[in-house]
Every structure is written in C-alpha cells, then in structure tokens.
C-alpha cells in the first residue's frame, strides 16, 4: 500500500496561487498514474487534474484548465498542482491520489486505490 500525504494548502486571496505537492512512499511511484481531486463542503468529490506515470500526459477538468497545472517528480517521489487565479469557488479540500496498474481513467475516483489524507484550499473573495 503506497502512502500518500498532501501538504500546501492554507487561506489565499481570489486571484492568489498555491502549490499542494503530494509526497509518496515506496520505490516503484514512478510507474503509477496520479490523480488531484476535489471536495467542497455538501459536494461530491470532483476531478480536478491527472498525470500518466511519466508526466507526458496530462489531463484537467474544464473549470481549472489554463489556471492550474499538474507535474511530478519521480526522482523525489512528488507530484505537484500548481494552482494560479484562484477563485472562491476552488475553496475544497484538495487530495492527490494514486492508480498503481489498474485500467486507468483519469476523471473517476473509482479508478485510483489510494489516497491522501487531504489539504485544506481557501480562497476568499
């Protein structure tokens, strides 16, 4: 079971940025796809981004495409979301998230089988 553990969040003003970076365990993060999620309060869990395991692929939900960008680091186990123009409605709970071999679509949930603990994202307006 690979580890997962968020950190970046905080309180930020509408038009600010933030970097959530999502630090994995284990040896083999470099072969696993990864995921960002969102969740506002009473919302369901939402895509936000993905990565394939190289970083050549990427994907983004329309409403945070232009405005955030996801990379990783496999040499230090991280992968990263860079999130600029931030907007009221980006305030969620933001949780990174890993597929380790199973058939992958990057916007479903279902399809990864671990995840972080969370990092809190505020923007107020």
């Known amino acids: 079971q690979v580890q997962l553990v968020e950190s970046g969040g905080g309180l930020v003003q509408a038009g600010g940025s933030l970097r959530l970076s999502c630090a994995a365990s284990g040896r083999t993060f470099s072969s696993y796809a990864m995921g960002w999620f969102r969740q506002a309060p009473g919302k369901e869990r939402e895509f936000v981004a993905a990565?394939?395991?190289?970083?050549?692929?990427?994907y983004y939900a329309s409403s945070v495409k232009g405005r955030f960008t996801i990379s990783r680091d496999n040499a230090k186990n991280t992968a990263y979301l860079q999130m600029n123009s931030l907007k009221p409605a980006d305030t969620a709970v933001y949780y990174c998230?890993?597929?380790?071999?199973?058939?992958?679509?990057?916007?479903?949930?279902?399809?990864?089988?671990?995840w972080g603990q969370g990092t809190q994202v505020t923007v107020s307006s």
């Open positions: 990565i394939n395991w190289s970083g050549g692929i990427t």
């Open positions: 998230a890993v597929n380790r071999g199973m058939a992958w679509t990057p916007t479903l949930s279902s399809k990864y089988d671990s």
